[in-house]
């Protein structure tokens, strides 16, 4: 691959998107939640070309991306607890991990020789358009190079995979900016698998019960790798303000007197805006203090978005091999 388009989001662009995907080609794609590196979920080589262009652990499994409720329900079956979160999340920032039907036509690499299947149906105009152009679903893990921070825009499509990938479709940044939220189903039981971009009270709200954490041994919780969403800095959590020299990612007004490099979340506490800036903040300090460098995060609370938020913080944070 020599060069990656930068695509517009106009049908010019969506029209190319398509015929790019149809013919097996990796197309980063806009969600609301981040961009997707997507490929035809039925196409094995398509398929194998996402892992190869990430750098991707065959063993994770992906995400299958569907236009509406009726193309997933093909793929999979669906207790009545998963087509009552169905009916009042999709399309939106939910995945639902289900029993794969035998004859669902999706390449073996997509769920990694399980018998479930991720599937969500994003709410993003532009993905929406391009999965009913193409009529059928895309496999799409988050468009960074494997263990990294995810993209929020274009340009961090193509400051990770530039040169690796056919096409990225420019929409601008994405509104929800931390990954889908992934309920799992394994024993009947609704289980919060990874905590993203809707809020497991409001899907308890819609259950009326609350979800089930996955045990420990459960091998199917994604992210299994515990270092992950990684900057090339050193992480400081909970901190209070940051030690000389450190970079600082604050939630809140900044603190008097800081002199490096400092960024906040959000000004007013609002765990909305704090979930669309993280990854552009932390890519941003990351290549302000440089990867010996290290940031110090103010605390985030740990209601609605910001199980998220300190999810995908504690997973930065985490000590690399
Ligand atoms: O918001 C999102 O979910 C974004 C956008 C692009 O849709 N996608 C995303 O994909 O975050 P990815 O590949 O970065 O994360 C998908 C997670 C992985 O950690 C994987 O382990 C888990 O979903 N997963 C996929 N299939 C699974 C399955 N059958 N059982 C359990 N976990 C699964
Ligand atoms: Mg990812």
């Known amino acids: 691959m020599d060069q990656t388009l930068r695509l517009a989001a106009d049908a010019e662009g969506m029209r190319t998107a398509v015929a790019l995907l149809a013919r097996g080609d990796l197309v980063a794609l806009p969600t609301e939640t981040v961009y997707g590196l997507a490929a035809d979920a039925g196409n094995p080589r398509a398929v194998a070309a996402i892992f190869e262009a990430k750098g991707r652990p065959l063993f994770n499994p992906l995400i299958v991306h569907c236009a509406d409720a009726r193309m997933a329900a093909t793929f999979a079956r669906m207790p009545a607890a998963a087509e009552c979160l169905a009916d009042a999340f999709w399309p939106g920032p939910l995945t639902l991990v289900l029993a794969r039907r035998e004859d669902a036509r999706l390449a073996d690499l997509v769920t990694a020789g399980?018998?479930?299947?991720?599937?969500?149906?994003?709410?993003?105009?532009?993905?929406?358009?391009?999965?009913?152009?193409?009529?059928?679903?895309?496999?799409?893990?988050?468009?960074?190079?494997?263990?990294?921070?995810s993209p929020t825009t274009a340009d961090h499509v193509l400051d990770g995979l530039s040169g690796r990938i056919a096409a990225v479709v420019d929409a601008g940044?994405?509104?929800?900016?931390?990954?889908?939220?992934?309920?799992?189903?394994?024993?009947?039981?609704?289980?919060?698998?990874?905590?993203?971009?809707?809020?497991?009270?409001?899907?308890?709200?819609?259950?009326?019960?609350?979800?089930?954490?996955?045990?420990d041994e459960d091998i199917t919780a994604p992210g299994q790798l515990r270092s992950h969403y990684a900057p090339g800095a050193r992480l400081r959590l909970a901190a209070s303000a940051p030690r000389r020299g450190e970079g600082w990612l604050g939630f809140g007004p900044l603190p008097d007197g800081v002199t490096g490099p400092a960024l906040t979340l959000t000004r007013t506490g609002d765990l909305r805006e704090a979930a669309a800036n993280l990854f552009g903040h932390l890519r941003a300090l990351d290549r302000k203090v440089g990867p010996d460098g290290a940031i110090a995060v103010a605390p985030v609370p740990e209601t609605g978005l910001g199980r998220a938020i300190n999810d995908r913080l504690h997973r930065a944070a985490a000590p690399r091999d």
């Not at 709410?123 to 468009?143: K, N, Q, Y």
């Not at 289980?191 to 497991?200: H, K, M, S, Y």
């Open 114 to 149: 399980l018998d479930t299947v991720a599937l969500r149906v994003p709410a993003h105009p532009v993905a929406a358009e391009i999965l009913h152009r193409l009529g059928r679903p895309v496999a799409a893990p988050s468009a960074n190079p494997s263990g990294r921070v």
């Open 173 to 215: 940044p994405c509104a929800v900016g931390v990954e889908s939220t992934i309920v799992g189903f394994a024993a009947g039981e609704p289980t919060l698998l990874r905590p993203g971009g809707l809020p497991a009270e409001a899907i308890e709200a819609v259950l009326d019960r609350p979800l089930a954490d996955p045990s």
